[in-house]
C-alpha cells in the first residue's frame, strides 16, 4: 500500500540554523502539505502546494519557512534560522482528491 | 474564526465495548469532514471520513455520524480492542481554499482490559 514517508525520524539543530525537512508524498498526489503539532497539541496546517507553487499558507508559515519540489517526487520543508518555538513534530500529507495520507512526522527538536 | 473542538480529551472504555467520540465545528462551510487515529510518535492514521451532503457513513467496526444543524461530528467505535488506544482527531476542510484541514484538540481513548 502506498504510503508517504517523511526523512529523518528526528533531527536536533542548534537555533539559529537551517534545516530542511524530506517527504516523499505518495507518488500519483497532487496536493501536498505540511503540518506541525506541538507535543500535547493539536496537528495546525503550515501550507499547502499545488501545481509547483504554494496555493494556501498558515500565519506560522512565515518568511523563515519555505517548501519546494525539488524533483518529480520529493517535497521540502525548509526552515532557515531554526528558533525553540519550532521545536515540533512536522508531518507532511498529499492527497489525489479528499482524503489527506500523513506520513510518519520527522520530529524537529531547536536547542 | 473557524474552529473545530472536541468535548472530552480522556474517554475510558472497557474492551469489547462501544466507544463514542465526539467533535463540534464551528464552520458550516465546511464540506468534509475526517476522523483520525494517532498513535504515540506516529502520524495521524486516516479512519473514515463524511462528506457534508451525508448523515452517517460506516466502515469496518466505525460509524462517523454528521449532525449538521447543531454542528456535530461524532466516531463510533464498536468493540473496542486494545489497538484502538490513541488519540482520535477531527478535522474538517472548507468548501473554498486549498483544502487545508482543520483539527481540533483531540481525544485519548484508553481501552481497558
Known amino acids: 500500500e502506498p504510503e508517504v514517508t517523511q526523512t529523518p525520524s528526528h533531527q536536533v539543530t542548534q537555533m539559529g540554523q537551517e534545516v530542511i525537512l524530506r517527504c516523499v508524498p505518495i507518488?500519483?498526489?497532487?496536493?501536498f502539505y505540511w503540518y506541525r503539532q506541538i507535543l500535547g497539541q493539536k496537528v495546525e496546517f503550515l501550507v499547502s502546494?499545488?501545481?509547483?507553487?504554494?496555493?494556501?499558507k498558515s500565519e506560522i508559515f512565515d518568511d523563515q519557512f519555505s517548501v519546494e519540489r525539488p524533483d518529480g517526487s520529493n517535497f521540502t520543508l525548509k526552515i532557515r534560522s531554526t528558533k525553540l518555538e519550532d521545536s515540533a513534530m512536522y508531518f507532511c500529507a498529499s492527497t489525489g482528491r479528499d482524503t489527506q495520507y500523513f506520513g510518519p512526522g520527522t520530529r524537529l527538536t531547536v536547542l | 474564526g473557524e474552529s473545530v473542538g472536541l468535548h472530552l480529551p480522556t474517554l475510558s472504555v472497557q474492551e469489547g465495548d462501544n466507544s463514542i467520540i465526539n467533535c463540534a465545528y464551528s464552520n458550516s462551510a465546511s464540506d468534509y469532514f475526517i476522523w483520525y487515529k494517532q498513535e504515540s510518535g506516529k502520524g495521524p492514521q486516516f479512519i473514515i471520513d463524511i462528506r457534508s451532503n451525508m448523515d452517517k457513513r460506516q466502515g469496518q467496526r466505525v460509524t462517523v455520524l454528521l449532525n449538521k444543524t447543531v454542528k456535530h461530528l461524532s466516531l463510533q467505535i464498536a468493540a473496542t480492542q486494545p489497538g484502538d488506544s490513541a488519540v482520535y482527531f477531527c478535522a474538517e476542510r472548507e468548501i473554498q481554499g486549498a483544502q487545508k484541514l482543520v483539527f481540533g484538540q483531540g481525544t485519548r481513548l484508553t481501552i481497558n482490559p
Open positions: 507518488s500519483n498526489h497532487l496536493y
Open positions: 502546494f499545488y501545481n509547483n507553487e504554494i496555493s494556501e
